[in-house]
């Protein structure tokens, strides 16, 4: 069965204190792996896409990597408008491959 | 719009009435989700149009709950007799159509059912 677990559930860091965030997954055949960022009230915001094992992209102070079996979503020096909710998905080629499989999400939260 | 459109931002009804909720993709996206988030849960899928394709509804939980997309844009979910349990946020999200590129997704709609 398709699934993604994200870890940890919470994390709290100083502003500028670099850290990761983990989503572990298991699919028949990896489509794509999707980074979204969640604000309180608001829908998901498109972050990154990841198709394949050694693929990594970047946009300001995220970075989004991966291997066969997990992903990693790093902060570097992170700000406060970097607190949301970090939510992962996967699509994979075997069964219903129009659904995302999503992760519960990483709540990050950045103190000034 | 520039972005994708839900409406309305809340809605608040008792338990047994029928209630609508409505989403706008960004134009020219084939592709369109609706999906329910709950407190504690994972995004939900419920039901996914692409273009003139029969829709893929294997994620609605019951039979309560039916969507329809008119003229390939607008989306409209309808929830019937509804429930306690039917509380949520209802995500609509639209991409350009290949499954492998992103969603992009609307604010959503936060229904209550009293």
């Known amino acids: 069965e398709d699934q993604v677990t994200q870890s940890p559930e919470a994390l709290r860091l100083q502003e500028g204190e670099s850290s990761s965030l983990n989503c572990s997954y298991t699919?028949?055949?990896?489509?794509?792996l999707f980074w979204y960022r969640q604000d309180p009230g608001k829908g998901p915001e498109f972050l990154f896409t990841l198709y394949s094992a050694g693929e990594e992209k970047e946009k300001e102070r995220l970075k989004a990597t991966l291997t066969k079996k997990e992903s990693f979503l790093h902060i570097t020096a992170p700000k406060p408008e970097d607190s949301a909710t970090y939510l992962c998905a996967v699509r994979g080629y075997a069964g219903n491959n129009r659904k995302l499989i999503w992760g519960l999400g990483t709540s990050l939260a950045v103190n000034p | 719009g520039a972005g994708v459109s839900q409406s309305p931002s809340n809605k608040v009804t008792e338990k047994g009435k029928d209630v609508e909720l409505r989403c706008d993709p960004i134009?020219?996206?084939?592709?369109l989700y609706w999906y329910r988030q709950s407190l504690g849960q994972g995004l939900e899928f419920l039901i996914y149009f692409q273009g003139n394709s029969a829709p893929d509804k294997s994620g609605l939980p019951s039979d309560r709950f039916s969507a329809e997309r008119t003229g390939g844009s607008v989306s409209t979910l309808t929830i019937q007799r509804t429930q306690q349990e039917d509380s949520a946020v209802y995500l609509c999200?639209?991409?350009?159509?290949?499954?492998?590129?992103?969603?992009?997704f609307g604010q959503g709609t936060r229904l209550t059912v009293v």
């Open positions: 699919v028949s055949g990896l489509r794509g």
């Open positions: 999200a639209s991409s350009a159509g290949n499954m492998n590129t992103e969603a992009f």
């Open positions: 134009s020219g996206h084939t592709a």
